[in-house]
């Protein structure tokens, strides 16, 4: 004798409840990985502007954790051909449609529906720098031919700016922190830490015609024109910021050599090349850039084919970068090995286009970020669904038990 039609109505009821119930829970549990759903994308485009080379970067994040940190990435890097903008005093024209061949390489990755949304700047350094001082008027010219190609893309254009030195070395230092996530971290037990202060890191940066070192001293600034203050995430920082000018690579190297080098270097790839980014002593960094300085020429050459474009430029940097480093910052035997030689931190490449986006997009907030990593809306939807079905379900059961009369 088969259930009454009263208990087959009861227990289809409760079912329900049960598969239910499940569901939130296992929604519950998935919580903030929201796999389920795919966010949004937001976009931003950095013109770096330097004196012998200009790169483009496209970051991208997701864009429902804006405020969190460690999650900008870097998209594309793509180098602008031809030289710096500030060598095109000649015909200004020239160097906004340089910019032409990576920007339309940028607006292929970034969806067509996003292009407007999406914020772009050109920051120029040392090389106009040094053009506005040498004639104001041939910089403007080449600002002006610059906004008005990137003007009439379809991003949102902010404009194109000279950026001060102090400025260059500070964003630097934030790109760098940002990367490491020495600045806040979101901590696997779900709250926003501020990792200790002596886990951050000073930022030194050699570009074609400028270097700048930026680090929080370990006493008062007394030279306030050298200091940067900030507030992130809630925490107040005091940087020491200094850019020389005209000690760049490039500068030196056309003071050594008669013309202006075009090559493309700095702290990393001159040791990178050298094999000496993994934390050598100074006696072995030093005795390895001599070692190749006194190497004959034919003999150099021969070891290294097809790389004679830049080869004749690593020792003379070789030998810049070890002389600024050890007489002029003062890295002794001891504290040496605090130096470490990168490209990148957290997947994106270190320099100040990243630190200057966030900073003007309001990406990394004063305040500390008071919410958790948001739970994509989708997925909260479906929890409070299922949970108030699971809810029906068993009220629902419990009147079927209380109140069918008997059949
Ligand atoms: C600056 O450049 C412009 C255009 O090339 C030229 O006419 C002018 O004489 C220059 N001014 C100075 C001070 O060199
Ligand atoms: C941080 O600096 C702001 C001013 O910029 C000040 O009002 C605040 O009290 C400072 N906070 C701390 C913790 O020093
Ligand atoms: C580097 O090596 C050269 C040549 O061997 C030597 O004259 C110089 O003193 C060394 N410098 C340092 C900082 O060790
Ligand atoms: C970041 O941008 C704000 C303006 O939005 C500016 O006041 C501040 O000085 C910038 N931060 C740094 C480190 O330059
Ligand atoms: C980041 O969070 C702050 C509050 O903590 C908010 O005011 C700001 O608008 C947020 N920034 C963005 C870009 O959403």
Redesign the pocket.
Known sequence: MGLSRKEQVFLAILGASGVSGLTALILLLVEATSVLLPTDIKFGIVFDAGSSHTSLFLYQWPADKENGTGVVSQALACQVEGPGISSY?SDPAQAGESLRGCLEEALVLIPEAQHRKTPMFLGATAGMRLLRQK?S??ARDIFAAVTQVLGRSPVDFWGAELLAGQDEGAFGWITVNYGLGTLVKYSFTGEWIQPPEETLVGALDMGGASTQITFVPGGPILDKSTQADFRLYGSNYSVYTHSYLCFGRDQMLSRLLVGLVQAFSNFYYTFHFLNLTSGQPLSTVNATIWEFCQRPWKLVEASYPGQDRWLRDYCASGLYILTLLHEGYRFSEETWPSLEFRKQAGGVDIGWTLGYMLNLTGMIPADAPAQLWAVSYGVWVAKVVFMVLTLVAVVGAALVQLFWLQD
């Open positions: 005093t004639n008027s041939q």
